[in-house]
């Protein structure tokens, strides 16, 4: 069974969007990655304070953290509007 222009579009969309999930996830290993030591076996030991942080974090609804933290979150997610911003703007225009 073909698939429809929208299910084709909708599949773009998904592409699009696991693209910049991948760069968002590169850039946190990145930043994981230096914030760490590097052993001779390849591994990286974190320090101790900030895998404290990051397990209250884990732990931690989205509601329950400070507003600091929240704004890490809400500017990850804001990434993702460009893309977002044009495919509505291209369904909107196929409805006129």
Known sequence: MSKTPNDQAFDSLVEQLAA?????????????HEKGQRQSDGSVLLP????ARWERQIDAPYD???EE???SDREQVRKYFPLLKRWLEHFAGLEE
Not at 20 to 32: F, S, V
Not at 48 to 51: E, G, I, Q
């Open 64 to 66: 329950a953290l400070p």
């Open 20 to 32: 910049i999930e991948h760069e968002r996830w590169a850039h946190w290993q990145k930043y994981l």
């Open 69 to 71: 933290e929240k704004d």
């Open 48 to 51: 101790a304070d900030l895998v």
